[in-house]
């Protein structure tokens, strides 16, 4: 399953990728793949932006935008007029 | 499941003779038969039954007899989470790390920083992990990748982390194929099973808008006829049938309802949903139009506030959808109210 603006933050620097593969075993979604030595994205549009590749990225070659995709989350950081991140209340 | 490990297997512990409180050093042994209070635990967490409460004590568990050589495996202290590894463990040797994530579940608490870096390495030094077992290695569940950085972990301990399948019931096959993972066991899936299992969630946050509505709708009737009446029950059916179509069936049928927009989706039932109230109970024009948008607003809100429970949505995407969703809901659920409230004395 898709869904709005999937990946849009995730970018690579291949030049950094020292091609440990550990974005590769981290993603949830398939997004990377290893292509002659060094891990590339293949596969933008299943990108859920939960931040585990650019985490696991020793030489800082992958940079994203990381959060929790809830519209519980925004409406309630919104209603405090913070517009900023809210700590999640959920969880189970 | 707290077991103190007291004399368990009755071996006799070098802990128990002390009559100290429980240091960070203790290990425990932890089983991998379920009774009936742990299914009965997570039926009620599934419908927010101690719900922020139900955890164990962080720190090194035993599962089987484990020796030196042993793998060791990583956790939440969710007992939810917790319950769920140590019956796929079941047959096996190993030990379970088990960090403090505030009771909180592995993908989530990552998400927070709870499951991270910081944690795993005070957790590895305070348990003395490196005097319990020779080898140094680590298995982390995948989607703990979120919150902990594999190399600092190694530069802080010594330990290399090797990410595990995401789903506990793979780690056995993982661990007898030598810790290799297939692509199937490192991809996250959202199968009806696993959105049925969240759903619960859904309806119990609605309870307390629902018993609002249900309180409006008692006054209306009180004002109308001076007494209750059974036509109460008629009243509220189709709240009670919104609220069951946006926690339920838009879980549920999600992969088949027509947009990407959760709140579309949710609005698309809702149409449906007002078009058989509208079919089933004869209502003057405004109190059906009503009726009508507040089934919308509330399918449509609770279509939208499932986006928090999937497997698959983005920050980004969910601010740019709540931006131009939540005014359409407030106006449709304020406009519902009037239409609906001002239905009951035309």
């Known amino acids: 399953m898709k869904y709005l603006l999937n990946g849009h933050s995730l970018m ?47 030489t800082d070659a992958i940079s994203v935008e990381s959060g929790v995709g809830c519209a519980q989350l925004v409406v309630a950081s919104m209603w405090r007029g913070n517009g900023g991140r809210t700590e999640c209340g959920c969880g189970g | 499941m707290s077991e103190s490990g007291c004399g368990r297997n009755g071996k006799p512990q070098t802990n128990c003779s002390q009559a100290k409180p429980a240091a960070a050093q203790t290990i425990r042994d932890l089983g991998t038969t379920l009774t009936w209070r742990d299914v ?40 939810l989470t917790v319950d769920v590894v140590r019956r796929a463990l079941h ?20 998400g927070k920083g709870t499951f991270g870096t910081a944690e795993l390495i005070a957790r590895v030094q305070a348990t003395g992990l490196a005097k319990v077992v020779r080898h140094r290695t680590l298995v982390v569940p995948q989607l703990g990748a979120v919150g ?41 899936t959202f199968t009806w099973k696993e959105r049925l299992a969240v759903a619960p969630m859904e309806v119990v946050g609605s309870l307390k808008p629902a018993g609002a509505i249900l309180a409006v709708l008692a006054l209306l009737e009180l004002v109308e ?20 179509t946006g926690g339920v069936l838009v879980p549920l049928l999600l992969p088949w309802i027509p947009s990407r927009v959760f709140a579309v989706k949710g609005a698309l039932l809702g149409l449906c949903l007002a078009a058989a109230v509208l079919w089933l109970q004869p209502l003057d024009p405004a109190t059906g139009m009503g009726v009508s948008l507040l089934i919308l607003a509330i399918t449509s809100y609770m279509g939208m506030a499932f986006t928090g429970a999937t497997t698959f949505t983005t920050l980004a995407g969910v601010r740019m959808e709540v931006r131009w969703a939540l005014p359409c809901i407030l106006i449709a659920a304020v406009a519902g109210a009037i239409l609906r409230v001002a239905g009951a004395f035309i």
């Not at chain 1, 932006?49 to 696991?56: K, P, R, S, T």
């Not at chain 2, 297939?182 to 991809?187: G, L, P, Q």
């Not at chain 2, 006829?225 to 069951?244: K, Q």
């Open chain 2, 40 to 79: 009965a635990g997570a039926w009620g967490v599934r419908w927010g039954y101690r719900r922020m409460s139900y955890m164990i004590e962080p720190g090194l568990y035993r599962i089987g007899r484990p020796d030196a050589e042993s793998k060791v495996l990583v956790t939440a202290n969710y007992k």
């Open chain 2, 148 to 188: 902990v950085a594999a190399h600092e972990v190694s530069r802080a301990t010594g330990f290399s982390v090797h990410y595990g399948p995401v789903r506990a019931s793979d780690i056995p096959a993982y661990l007898a194929s030598g810790m290799k993972a297939t692509e199937a066991m490192r991809r996250v």
């Open chain 2, 91 to 110: 047959g096996l040797n190993v030990w379970l790390l088990v960090l403090d994530t505030k009771g909180v579940n592995v993908w989530c608490a990552a």
């Open chain 1, 12 to 58: 690579m620097a291949s030049d950094l990728c020292n091609g440990c593969g550990r974005c590769v075993e981290v993603c949830p979604h398939g997004v990377f793949a290893m292509v002659q030595k060094k891990a590339e994205i293949v596969n933008l549009g299943d990108c859920m932006e939960c931040g585990a590749c650019g985490m696991n990225c020793a």
């Open chain 2, 225 to 244: 006829h001076r007494r209750l009446t059974t036509g109460l029950v008629a009243d509220m059916a189709p709240f009670v049938a919104a609220i069951l």
